[in-house]
């Protein structure tokens, strides 16, 4: 996943954070710090997902899943 940049802006006095999105929504997203935290922890946890998805995929030949065309993962045991 392509994460756009977030920056910091101050209005008023209190700090706001900016996420530009350029790639689903083609807007802005703007929220203080509970949101940035939010964000960041759902980043994380999408970031954590797409590794563990990626490493599955990876050992996957390995242990013997054939789920590609004309293979049969119920083979039997020798």
Known sequence: MKYAASFPQTRDGQTVYVYRDPSVCQCLYVGGESEYQQYQKLRLQQS???????????????????WGHGSNPWRQWP
């Open 48 to 66: 954590i997902a797409d590794e563990e998805a990626s490493a599955a995929l990876k050992w996957a030949p390995e242990w013997g899943w054939g």
